[in-house]
């Protein structure tokens, strides 16, 4: 033990002799079979009621006798990483919004070749000001020397380029702001957000039908682990097929 280890064992301990600190406790703490339990009930729980909001009061799913601990388990990581590709679906289709919303003052250009141009020397800046302050600008040097371009405008901000060589930074005004364009022109964008929007309905169609299949499955096994009384989710219910409608609508026509 260093002298410094030493000094600070001698002085935590009379300052427990003297009362100012509790003395450390000897039991240990561990993740009990109880704690266990719990975040397994807990999780089926969770998964229960994912299942049941994607099904319709009308459906009466089968309940099943509750599966094997290992076919519970299949269920429920399958179940949770359906849910994480929807979720993470869903994020990109956000942050592609969000680039769309960036890109759409600029209109549809090919960002390529504004890459390519820049390294061979001709560097194009993307900038956005606010409109009544770039009025004033207009006639100044720097407008006109650098090849500054507006691209859009509105009443609050004006988007507009500046062209020079990579050696020579646009002395633009101090109230512009450079814009960082996105890699993909905003047809790309928009083509990739409709992408994602049909991958979306085909995985919550897979969701909805996995719930159908697998919901009286976790239900029972969820009531099993359960003690006596104690109240579960309501029963959501059997998505009625189409011919199953048929099969009733004649039955009713015909009786």
């Not at 990581?77 to 942050?95: A, D, F, L, R, T």
């Not at 020079?164 to 905003?186: G, K, L, Y």
């Amino acid at each position: 033990m260093t002298e410094l280890n030493e000094l600070i064992e001698r002085l935590y301990s009379e300052t427990i002799e003297r009362g100012e600190l509790p003395k450390p406790s000897t039991e240990t703490t561990s993740f009990s079979e109880n704690d266990e339990e719990e975040a397994d009930t807990q999780r089926m729980l969770h998964v229960l009621n994912e299942m049941g909001a994607l099904l319709d009061e009308d459906d009466q799913p089968k309940i099943e006798e509750s599966p094997s601990e290992e076919a519970l388990l299949r269920i429920l990581n399958h179940w949770e990483s359906m849910i994480h590709s929807v979720q993470g679906i869903k994020e990109h289709m956000q942050s592609l919004e969000q680039d769309i919303v960036k890109m759409q003052p600029w209109g549809d250009f090919d960002v390529m070749k504004v890459e390519q141009l820049a390294h061979h020397g001709c560097q194009i800046r993307f900038w956005k000001m606010d409109s009544t302050r770039l009025s004033a600008q207009l006639t100044d040097p720097w407008f006109i020397d650098y090849n500054a371009l507006i691209v859009a405008q509105d009443s609050e901000t004006s988007y507009f380029v500046t062209v020079s060589d990579n050696s020579n930074r646009p002395p633009v005004p101090a109230e512009a702001e450079e814009v960082n364009i996105c890699p993909c022109p905003v047809s790309t964008l928009i083509m990739l957000q409709t992408r994602d929007k049909d991958s979306l309905k085909r995985m919550e169609t897979l969701l909805g039908d996995y719930a159908l299949v697998h919901y009286g499955e976790v239900y029972s096994a969820l009531r099993k682990k359960l003690p006596k009384g104690t109240e579960l989710p309501h029963l959501a219910v059997h998505r009625e097929t189409l011919s199953d409608k048929l099969r009733r609508f004649f039955k009713k026509t015909k009786g």
